[in-house]
């Protein structure tokens, strides 16, 4: 399916940086609740990725990540997540995460 570049633009995709993780259990599938700061724009979101393959959480503070960020919350659990951080699948199909390869401002857009 073809899409037109205005569609493209109004998926809002920026970097954030992962301020807290810790671990949920609760989820159907084992999980990492993510407090991102996206800068004064946007401020700080929150995430549940399926990560635990692998990433513990205390590794992931600190990482810079791309999300979107225009998606409406999704309840997830007992959890409301705000923003769907983006990864990539592995050979086994787990999540491996897409950031950028060099420091960037906190709440760049994507383009």
């Known amino acids: 399916m073809t899409i037109s ?45 399926q990560l635990t393959a692998h990433y513990r959480p205390e590794e992931l503070v600190g990482r810079q990540v791309l999300a979107v960020v225009n998606f409406p919350p999704r309840q997830i659990g007992r959890f409301m997540s705000e923003v769907l951080v983006l990864g990539l699948p592995d050979a086994a199909g787990e999540v491996v995460l897409i950031g950028p390869d060099q420091e960037v401002a906190t709440g760049g857009r994507m383009f």
Not at 17 to 40: C, S, V
């Open 5 to 49: 570049f205005d569609d493209f633009q109004k998926v809002d995709i920026r970097v954030g940086r992962i301020t807290h993780a810790e671990p949920y259990p609760e989820a159907r599938k084992p999980a990492i609740k993510l407090w991102l700061d996206f800068g004064d724009e946007i401020g700080t979101r929150k995430s549940s990725a």
